[in-house]
């Protein structure tokens, strides 16, 4: 729950035998792109839909942000975006809310959920996976489902989970719990261990996703990914892993944080942007990982994504794709 917004990322692919089963991106922003004027090209200059663009360099999965509210990133807005996706050779991401009851809250995620998929499954899309809130380490629909009453975050967790297994899709997407603060083993076990005590159990999820943002601290190492996805696998049942948002900067000369220091000798430029995702697919192999989604790659005006880093999408301010997006063609043959 971020901003009063329940987030159900769902994601759609193409079958592809690789090294790796996901290379993706968040495209969750390109149609208020267009809207204002932005007109995607590729690295020849010729002018494509940003999900051709995704499509011919590799990738076979888009990440959608649904949020509740109608409008931009409502479910109108995505069932759009999936159509589209769905046409360019790939498969497609699916919330007043009572704000102090829980079991309110529990019957309302119930029913957004459910309602949500059954409208993806009635257009003919099918998610692959679907993210039961978006870096949930604080909780979803705070306060009442904050990480400080483990109990109300289980339920909520759970009904969420109830409502995908109970949709209309077949076959059942993916159910994935997405944190941040990637890699630390410590932080994601106590927050595995915290809810898995007080109500949710190993079957209510399928997939263990992180955030990992090398400018947002030195933690989100390569080598603490393999000690992380080990550490996971070996006590909660041995199931997926992925890292559903990543990126590299072009430049950061001001970063607020320090880098991992396996990557500190990546430069911040176009060149580093290959060097470092030919690193990640290659830990992620290393480590039984399924996939990658790479965050808003595209989304030319807000080209921070928050970050303190000065540039740190992979299209430039005309909307065309930086040399680097060829990376993810090579990766999507051989990730290893």
Known sequence: MRGGKWIIAAVLFVSRVSALQYIGADISSVIQEERAGIVYKNQNGTIKPLEHILAENGFNMVRQRV?????????????????????????????????????????????????????????????????????????????????????????????????????????????????????????????????????????????????????????????????????????????????????????CPNSEYKFPPDQTEIPWSSEGQEIYFQRMAKTLTAAGATGFNVREPAWVRNYRLGSTCAYAIMFDQQGAALDSFSVFKSLAGNAA
């Open 67 to 251: 949020w509740v509210t109608d409008g931009d990133h409502g479910i109108d807005y995505n069932l759009q975006l999936a159509q589209r996706v769905v046409n360019a050779g790939m498969k497609a991401s699916p919330p007043g809310w009572p704000t102090t009851d829980i079991d309110g809250l529990e019957q309302t995620i119930y029913k957004y959920t459910l309602d949500s998929l059954n409208r993806f499954a009635a257009a003919g899309l099918k998610p692959e996976t679907v993210a039961l809130g978006n870096e949930v380490n604080s909780g979803i629909l705070v306060p009442v489902g904050g990480y400080d009453k483990p109990q109300n975050l289980s339920r909520l967790l759970k009904s969420a989970s109830a409502a995908v297994m109970a949709s209309n899709l077949s076959p059942k997407p993916k159910r994935l719990l997405h944190l941040t603060l990637c890699c630390e083993p410590s932080i994601a076990e106590w927050w595995y261990d915290l809810v898995l005590a007080n109500g949710l159990s190993l079957d209510d999820f399928d997939v263990h996703a992180h955030s990992m943002y090398p400018y947002w601290g030195e933690n989100a190492s390569f080598s603490n990914f393999l000690d992380l996805s080990a550490r996971l696998k070996s006590k909660y049942g041995n199931k997926e892993v992925q890292v559903v948002e990543t990126g590299w900067p072009l430049a």
